[in-house]
């Protein structure tokens, strides 16, 4: 019975030793496999019944070879590879991207190999889609987990309302009295703006600056006429009067007192605003500030200094800022360390379209995988927990760079020679055993 047992345990250890040999060579030949996690086979020692001895202290338990108890991934960090490809993406850390197909299927993997299908969304390489944040039109990231989809949508334009502006006046200018027919020559100094209309086009408006009396400027917004609908008496030649105000300055060159402004609407017999051409929104206003005004703005006596002046050096600008915008269309995208994809736009604005989502578990090693670089849930995982890079247990996210198979070739050969010489054992076994049985059957002769 020993003999013949013996037979079972070999045999036991040619298939542990061949399934071993198997996962080595899984692991050789994933070496360039894009966030591969090598594999190792456990092994465990088989026992039969007890035998001899007349109880349980002098019975000797009979072994019956090896057995494999399973295969462990090994979760360390590949190494990170630098590449040209702005999608391609490494987990520096714990965490998993999370992809999707069409039917809601969730699969999860470490490659960041990604692309763009033909709708925009950011996929691997089987066409699955990476889910993340998605961001509301403003830029703000929201809970809420989807397709990370790369828009070709355009930037809404967005008029001006405000212009904020800094400008020194020449104290010692002398007085005139502006005309329109005549504004560079009527004028002592002037500033450029570029407004947007509701639509997004672009206006040049010129404001030009006239002393009326000491300490006391007025200001005219002129546009090309073919700009804009205004009444006829605001219009000469090219020149289209907007509006006009007023600015007071005390004795010490710091703004005192601004007038509000009108504008006069062709399009209701009234003052109401700026009506631009080629299809914009009637009524625009624009305001502009010039800082903090004493009496106006009741800033006290420290104030008037921050906006507009008048000292005794030439007139000159500052500062000239506007809020509006033209409407842009995507132009490229980057990705950050927290996952955010931020989209540039050609109106020079940024902002934020999604926010790339990692997935944890309890227990990554009860994960299945699928091939193609992919992990499906299992009950010994646990259940996925989603999260932002670089927050908590999540590692960081790292764009232009792929995380390489973590296969360590001098650690797989000698695993490979090691389970060789098992398996070549294991076989001489046999073969001892064949031939003992042998001389056996021959003791009848």
Do not use: C
């Not at 345990?9 to 080595?24: D, H, P, Q």
């Not at 894009?34 to 088989?46: E, H, N, Q, T």
């Not at 914009?280 to 800082?291: E, H, P, V």
């Not at 989502?357 to 995988?369: C, E, I, K, S, V």
């Amino acid at each position: 019975m020993g003999l013949q047992s013996a037979f079972f345990t070999a045999i036991s250890g040619l298939a542990a030793s061949g399934r071993g040999i198997s996962e080595v060579g899984n692991n050789i030949s994933n070496t360039d496999t894009i966030g591969y996690k090598a594999r190792r086979v456990s092994f465990g020692d088989l026992f039969g019944a007890s035998i001899g001895g007349g109880g349980a202290s002098t019975a000797v338990t009979e072994g019956r070879g090896v057995s494999v108890l399973g295969i462990d991934t090994i979760f360390s960090q590949g190494s990170l590879i630098s590449t040209s490809n702005s999608l391609d993406l490494a987990i520096d850390g714990s965490g998993f991207f999370h992809v999707q197909d069409t039917s809601g299927s969730k699969f999860y993997t470490r490659a960041g190999n990604f692309g763009i299908d033909s709708s925009g969304n950011i996929v691997n390489p089987s066409g699955l889609k990476l889910q993340g944040f998605q961001a509301d039109s403003s830029g703000t990231i929201l809970g809420t987990v989807g397709d990370l989809v790369l828009t070709t949508a355009q930037e809404a334009a967005t008029a001006t309302t405000e212009v904020d502006t800094a400008v020194n006046l020449n104290a010692t200018d002398s007085t005139k009295t502006f005309a329109i027919s005549n504004p560079t020559g009527t004028s002592t100094f002037s500033l450029g703006v570029t407004a947007f209309d509701s639509v997004g086009t672009a206006h040049d408006l010129t404001v030009y600056f006239s002393k009326t009396a000491t300490n006391t400027w007025r200001y005219d917004v002129v546009a090309i006429s073919a700009d804009v609908t205004v009444d006829a008496s605001a219009l000469s030649g090219t020149n289209a009067r907007l509006f006009t105000g007023s600015l007071t300055f005390t004795t010490a060159g710091a703004l005192d007192t601004e007038t509000s402004v009108t504008y006069y609407d062709a399009s209701t017999g009234s003052f109401g605003g700026i009506d631009f051409t080629g299809g914009a929104a009637a009524n625009q206003t624009i305001k502009f500030d010039w800082g903090t005004s004493i009496t106006t703005d009741g800033g006290g006596s420290t104030a008037g200094l921050d906006g507009a002046t008048q000292f005794g050096s030439a007139s000159s600008l500052l500062t000239l800022a506007q809020n509006g915008k033209a409407n842009g269309t995507l132009v490229g995208t980057s990705i950050g360390d927290d996952g955010k994809i931020t989209a540039r736009f050609t109106n020079g604005t940024t902002r934020a379209i999604g926010q790339v989502a990692l997935t944890r578990f309890n227990d990554p090693g009860g994960l299945d995988a699928i091939g193609t670089n992919l992990l499906i849930e299992t009950s010994g995982s646990g259940a996925p927990i989603n999260g932002a890079p670089g927050t908590g247990a999540f590692g960081k996210v790292i764009a232009n760079t792929l995380e390489s198979s973590n296969v360590d070739l001098g650690d797989e050969l000698v695993r490979m020679i090691t389970l060789q010489r098992t398996f070549q054992a294991s076989s001489r076994v046999i073969t001892t055993t064949n031939d003992l049985l042998g001389e056996l059957v021959n003791l009848a002769r």
